[in-house]
């Protein structure tokens, strides 16, 4: 099993009618501006674990679990609003921080939200880091009809359970699952991330920790002019970081590139790239060292500017 080596505080907060699970590591501090770190899509907060471990400065981290991820639970609901999560996190940062500027991180489907967010409240943000946080591909109009239509009918396929997530017998299995996904995982970063990312039901079943409406598509299509009009308005200087190996070819094939979202990121008015080597999507997990090297020498410039 992985060792730990800056344990996380769990608790739970109100937010927008939901009991919200979130963890911290370091102490409040009137000196330190807090780094929120949010995560991707079927993932959880305790997967920054081994990033946190391996960042030589004490910070102050809050991290979420989304909504219908991890122990934040969302009972009765068949599908999830994008809008939702922007404000979650509005209200996560007025909960935990209040007037205060964040520097804020997000990982895939949070590195989107967070860029978003960013460029909705910049005011609020100090730093922000997007860890391969690509959106979706450009759609148009005329597709508008067959996603409301794919929408309704997934909504249905839900209630029939057809979109249930696959229960695994033991810890082992849940750990071997992760390795599929990603190779490069070490097994004892594989079992410890499963016992955070899956929890035994009544009948000693593992399930995992996310909801079986977010494979529900999303009924609005995903406009790239109203993406690029929010990412115009950030004002924090902006670290995009992308992973040595594309995975959108192996998601989107040509219909969504990593040439399409430089072009896209290239709206940003502050930004720097950088690309963390021998890693894949998961690069918080492949090269969490590598990773916090980044992280700090950006806060750091952040501080001397």
């Known amino acids: 099993m992985y ?3 800056k344990p996380s505080r769990s608790e739970f907060v109100p937010i927008r009618h939901l009991s919200y699970h979130v963890l911290q590591w370091g102490a409040p501090s009137p000196d330190k501006t807090p780094l929120v770190m949010v995560h991707g899509w079927m993932d959880v907060a305790a997967s920054f674990q081994f ?8 910070h102050w981290v809050i991290a979420p679990d989304w909504r219908g991820f991890g122990l934040t639970d969302t009972p009765n609901t068949d599908n999830f609003f994008f809008p939702d999560y922007l404000a979650d996190l509005d209200q996560l940062l007025d909960h ?5 500027q964040v520097n804020l991180l997000g990982h895939s489907m949070g590195g989107h939200v967070a860029t978003m967010y960013a460029g909705i409240r910049p005011e609020r943000i ?7 946080g690509f959106g979706m591909p450009a759609t148009r109009p005329t597709q508008a009809p067959g996603r409301l239509a ?8 839900l209630q029939r359970g057809e979109l249930d997530l696959k229960p695994y017998p033991n810890l082992e299995a849940v750990a071997q699952r992760l390795i599929k996904t990603n190779p490069r995982l070490g097994t004892d970063k594989a079992h410890w991330l499963a016992q955070h990312w899956a929890r035994p039901n009544d009948q000693g079943e593992w399930r995992i920790l996310g909801h079986a409406a977010h494979k529900v598509i999303n009924a609005q299509l995903f406009k790239t002019d109203e993406t690029q009009a929010i ?7 902006t670290l995009c970081v992308v992973a040595s190996t594309d995975s959108m070819s192996q998601w989107w094939k040509d219909s969504y590139t990593l040439d399409d979202f430089m072009q896209r990121i290239a709206a940003v008015p502050n930004i720097t790239h950088a690309v963390i080597e021998e890693a894949g999507h998961m690069l918080h997990h492949d090269q ?4 916090a090297h980044l992280i700090e020498n950006f806060l750091a410039e952040t501080q001397n500017s």
Request: charged fraction near 35%; glycine fraction near 2%.
């Open 3 to 5: 060792p730990i080596q």
């Open 231 to 237: 990412y115009e308005r950030i004002t924090a200087p």
């Open 126 to 132: 100090q730093k922000l880091i997007n860890l391969e």
């Open 96 to 100: 935990y921080v209040g007037e205060r």
């Open 150 to 157: 794919k929408w309704m009918d997934e909504l249905k396929a």
């Open 51 to 58: 990033v946190i471990d391996a960042l030589k400065d004490d």
């Open 288 to 291: 969490p060292e590598q990773l």
